[in-house]
T-cell receptor, first 112, second 116 residues
Framework: GDSVTQMEGPVTLSEEAFLTINCTYTATGYPSLFWYVQYPGEGLQLLLK?????DKGSNKGFEATYRKETTSFHLEKGSVQVSDSAVYFC???????????FGSGTKLNVKP | EPEVTQTPSHQVTQMGQEVILRCVPI?????FYWYRQILGQKVEFLVSFYNNEISEKSEIFDDQFSVERPDGSNFTLKIRSTKLEDSAMYFC??????????????FGNGTRLTVT
Protein backbone atom coordinates (compact mmCIF):
# COMPACT_ATOMS: atom_id res chain seq x y z
CA GLY A 1 0.00 0.00 0.00
CA ASP A 2 0.91 3.65 -0.10
CA SER A 3 3.30 4.80 2.61
CA VAL A 4 5.94 7.29 3.63
CA THR A 5 9.24 6.49 5.35
CA GLN A 6 11.32 9.09 7.14
CA MET A 7 14.73 8.94 8.70
CA GLU A 8 14.64 8.34 12.42
CA GLY A 9 15.56 11.10 14.77
CA PRO A 10 16.40 12.96 16.73
CA VAL A 11 18.68 14.99 14.54
CA THR A 12 20.88 17.36 16.54
CA LEU A 13 22.68 20.18 14.77
CA SER A 14 24.49 23.34 15.68
CA GLU A 15 23.08 26.65 14.53
CA GLU A 16 23.95 27.48 10.89
CA ALA A 17 24.58 23.83 10.02
CA PHE A 18 23.16 22.24 6.88
CA LEU A 19 20.05 20.11 7.34
CA THR A 20 18.82 17.10 5.42
CA ILE A 21 15.88 15.00 6.54
CA ASN A 22 15.28 12.04 4.27
CA CYS A 23 11.83 11.00 3.08
CA THR A 24 10.97 8.25 0.64
CA TYR A 25 7.55 7.16 -0.47
CA THR A 26 5.76 4.17 -1.90
CA ALA A 27 2.73 4.96 -3.99
CA THR A 28 1.05 3.99 -7.20
CA GLY A 29 0.13 6.75 -9.58
CA TYR A 30 1.15 10.34 -9.03
CA PRO A 31 1.08 11.46 -5.43
CA SER A 32 1.43 14.99 -4.16
CA LEU A 33 4.06 15.33 -1.46
CA PHE A 34 4.18 17.56 1.60
CA TRP A 35 6.32 18.51 4.55
CA TYR A 36 4.59 19.50 7.75
CA VAL A 37 6.22 20.93 10.88
CA GLN A 38 5.06 20.61 14.47
CA TYR A 39 6.42 23.06 17.02
CA PRO A 40 6.15 22.11 20.70
CA GLY A 41 2.58 22.22 21.97
CA GLU A 42 1.12 22.99 18.55
CA GLY A 43 -0.57 21.17 15.70
CA LEU A 44 0.98 20.27 12.38
CA GLN A 45 1.52 23.17 9.98
CA LEU A 46 2.16 22.95 6.28
CA LEU A 47 5.77 23.83 5.50
CA LEU A 48 5.92 23.15 1.77
CA LYS A 49 4.51 20.95 -0.95
CA UNK A 50 5.17 19.65 -4.47
CA UNK A 51 2.49 18.24 -6.71
CA UNK A 52 4.41 16.66 -9.58
CA UNK A 53 7.78 15.17 -10.46
CA UNK A 54 10.73 17.59 -10.45
CA ASP A 55 8.73 20.28 -8.65
CA LYS A 56 10.60 22.03 -5.86
CA GLY A 57 8.66 23.21 -2.83
CA SER A 58 10.19 25.95 -0.71
CA ASN A 59 9.31 28.03 2.32
CA LYS A 60 11.21 29.77 5.14
CA GLY A 61 14.56 28.65 3.69
CA PHE A 62 13.50 25.00 3.51
CA GLU A 63 13.41 23.18 0.18
CA ALA A 64 12.42 19.76 -1.07
CA THR A 65 12.44 18.38 -4.62
CA TYR A 66 10.00 15.72 -5.81
CA ARG A 67 12.21 12.99 -7.31
CA LYS A 68 10.13 10.33 -8.99
CA GLU A 69 13.13 8.29 -10.10
CA THR A 70 14.24 7.79 -6.50
CA THR A 71 10.74 8.15 -4.95
CA SER A 72 12.13 10.73 -2.58
CA PHE A 73 11.26 14.15 -1.17
CA HIS A 74 14.15 15.05 1.11
CA LEU A 75 13.91 18.22 3.18
CA GLU A 76 16.91 20.56 3.17
CA LYS A 77 17.93 23.85 4.68
CA GLY A 78 21.25 25.55 4.20
CA SER A 79 21.57 27.15 7.63
CA VAL A 80 19.34 26.08 10.51
CA GLN A 81 18.35 28.27 13.43
CA VAL A 82 17.43 27.40 16.99
CA SER A 83 13.85 28.37 16.12
CA ASP A 84 13.75 25.51 13.58
CA SER A 85 13.72 23.00 16.42
CA ALA A 86 10.55 21.00 15.87
CA VAL A 87 9.24 17.69 14.56
CA TYR A 88 9.05 17.39 10.77
CA PHE A 89 6.59 15.10 8.99
CA CYS A 90 6.63 13.98 5.40
CA UNK A 91 3.22 13.18 3.88
CA UNK A 92 1.52 12.22 0.63
CA UNK A 93 -1.89 12.29 -0.93
CA UNK A 94 -3.27 11.41 -4.35
CA UNK A 95 -6.07 12.44 -6.66
CA UNK A 96 -9.33 10.96 -5.46
CA UNK A 97 -7.58 10.09 -2.23
CA UNK A 98 -9.53 11.16 0.75
CA UNK A 99 -6.65 11.11 3.19
CA UNK A 100 -3.01 11.91 3.72
CA UNK A 101 -0.38 9.36 4.70
CA PHE A 102 2.20 10.64 7.16
CA GLY A 103 5.65 9.47 8.09
CA SER A 104 6.60 8.90 11.71
CA GLY A 105 8.19 12.33 12.09
CA THR A 106 11.79 13.42 12.61
CA LYS A 107 12.67 15.53 15.61
CA LEU A 108 15.20 18.28 14.96
CA ASN A 109 17.14 19.87 17.80
CA VAL A 110 19.22 22.91 16.93
CA LYS A 111 21.76 24.04 19.53
CA PRO A 112 23.06 27.61 19.78
CA GLU B 1 -5.57 33.59 9.70
CA PRO B 2 -8.44 31.15 10.29
CA GLU B 3 -7.50 28.10 12.31
CA VAL B 4 -8.83 24.78 13.49
CA THR B 5 -9.53 24.74 17.22
CA GLN B 6 -9.73 21.68 19.45
CA THR B 7 -10.99 21.24 22.99
CA PRO B 8 -9.97 20.14 25.50
CA SER B 9 -6.20 20.25 25.13
CA HIS B 10 -5.83 17.36 27.59
CA GLN B 11 -8.42 14.79 28.65
CA VAL B 12 -7.87 12.16 31.32
CA THR B 13 -10.42 9.38 31.58
CA GLN B 14 -10.79 5.97 33.11
CA MET B 15 -10.87 2.83 31.04
CA GLY B 16 -14.39 2.03 29.88
CA GLN B 17 -15.61 5.61 30.02
CA GLU B 18 -16.95 7.56 27.06
CA VAL B 19 -15.09 10.62 25.81
CA ILE B 20 -16.00 13.27 23.27
CA LEU B 21 -13.28 15.27 21.59
CA ARG B 22 -14.38 18.50 20.03
CA CYS B 23 -13.18 20.43 17.02
CA VAL B 24 -14.20 23.57 15.18
CA PRO B 25 -12.87 23.34 11.60
CA ILE B 26 -12.16 26.33 9.39
CA UNK B 27 -15.53 27.72 8.40
CA UNK B 28 -15.40 27.43 4.60
CA UNK B 29 -13.76 24.00 4.56
CA UNK B 30 -15.73 20.99 3.39
CA UNK B 31 -13.60 17.99 4.38
CA PHE B 32 -12.98 17.07 8.00
CA TYR B 33 -10.63 14.53 9.47
CA TRP B 34 -9.48 12.90 12.66
CA TYR B 35 -5.94 11.61 12.99
CA ARG B 36 -4.16 10.26 16.01
CA GLN B 37 -0.56 9.89 17.10
CA ILE B 38 0.44 7.42 19.74
CA LEU B 39 3.57 8.69 21.45
CA GLY B 40 6.61 8.18 19.23
CA GLN B 41 4.64 6.62 16.40
CA LYS B 42 3.18 7.69 13.06
CA VAL B 43 0.36 10.13 12.60
CA GLU B 44 -2.44 7.70 11.72
CA PHE B 45 -5.58 8.40 9.72
CA LEU B 46 -8.81 7.57 11.53
CA VAL B 47 -11.69 8.95 9.53
CA SER B 48 -12.73 11.53 6.95
CA PHE B 49 -16.10 13.25 6.77
CA TYR B 50 -17.73 15.05 3.87
CA ASN B 51 -21.26 16.18 3.12
CA ASN B 52 -22.46 15.05 6.54
CA GLU B 53 -21.27 11.50 6.26
CA ILE B 54 -18.15 9.41 6.69
CA SER B 55 -16.32 9.19 3.38
CA GLU B 56 -13.53 6.91 4.52
CA LYS B 57 -12.35 5.23 7.70
CA SER B 58 -9.36 3.19 8.73
CA GLU B 59 -9.21 -0.19 10.43
CA ILE B 60 -8.57 1.64 13.70
CA PHE B 61 -11.98 3.32 13.47
CA ASP B 62 -14.07 0.45 14.79
CA ASP B 63 -17.52 0.42 16.37
CA GLN B 64 -16.19 2.15 19.48
CA PHE B 65 -15.60 5.31 17.45
CA SER B 66 -18.12 7.69 15.94
CA VAL B 67 -18.07 11.18 14.47
CA GLU B 68 -20.70 13.85 14.25
CA ARG B 69 -21.18 17.30 12.90
CA PRO B 70 -24.06 18.29 15.17
CA ASP B 71 -24.33 21.85 13.88
CA GLY B 72 -22.70 24.03 11.26
CA SER B 73 -19.47 24.51 13.13
CA ASN B 74 -18.52 21.62 15.42
CA PHE B 75 -17.04 18.26 14.48
CA THR B 76 -16.77 15.68 17.25
CA LEU B 77 -15.08 12.35 17.80
CA LYS B 78 -16.66 10.03 20.34
CA ILE B 79 -15.03 6.99 21.85
CA ARG B 80 -17.72 4.94 23.58
CA SER B 81 -15.68 2.74 25.88
CA THR B 82 -12.07 3.83 26.10
CA LYS B 83 -9.20 1.37 26.30
CA LEU B 84 -5.67 1.95 27.54
CA GLU B 85 -4.41 1.73 23.96
CA ASP B 86 -6.60 4.69 22.97
CA SER B 87 -4.18 6.96 24.82
CA ALA B 88 -2.77 9.22 22.13
CA MET B 89 -2.78 12.73 20.72
CA TYR B 90 -5.87 13.21 18.58
CA PHE B 91 -5.70 15.78 15.80
CA CYS B 92 -8.62 17.29 13.96
CA UNK B 93 -7.97 18.65 10.47
CA UNK B 94 -9.96 20.29 7.72
CA UNK B 95 -9.45 20.91 4.03
CA UNK B 96 -10.99 22.89 1.21
CA UNK B 97 -13.37 21.28 -1.25
CA UNK B 98 -12.85 18.18 -3.32
CA UNK B 99 -11.82 20.05 -6.45
CA UNK B 100 -8.51 20.95 -4.81
CA UNK B 101 -7.46 17.43 -3.89
CA UNK B 102 -3.88 18.44 -3.09
CA UNK B 103 -4.74 21.48 -1.01
CA UNK B 104 -3.20 20.99 2.40
CA UNK B 105 -4.76 19.82 5.61
CA UNK B 106 -5.11 22.42 8.34
CA PHE B 107 -4.62 20.91 11.78
CA GLY B 108 -5.70 21.85 15.25
CA ASN B 109 -3.30 21.74 18.17
CA GLY B 110 -4.57 18.36 19.25
CA THR B 111 -6.20 16.80 22.30
CA ARG B 112 -4.00 14.58 24.42
CA LEU B 113 -6.15 11.70 25.64
CA THR B 114 -4.85 9.73 28.61
CA VAL B 115 -6.76 6.59 29.55
CA THR B 116 -5.96 5.22 33.01
Amino acid sequence: GDSVTQMEGPVTLSEEAFLTINCTYTATGYPSLFWYVQYPGEGLQLLLKATKADDKGSNKGFEATYRKETTSFHLEKGSVQVSDSAVYFCALTKYNFNKFYFGSGTKLNVKP
Amino acid sequence: EPEVTQTPSHQVTQMGQEVILRCVPISNHLYFYWYRQILGQKVEFLVSFYNNEISEKSEIFDDQFSVERPDGSNFTLKIRSTKLEDSAMYFCASKEGRSSYNSPLHFGNGTRLTVT
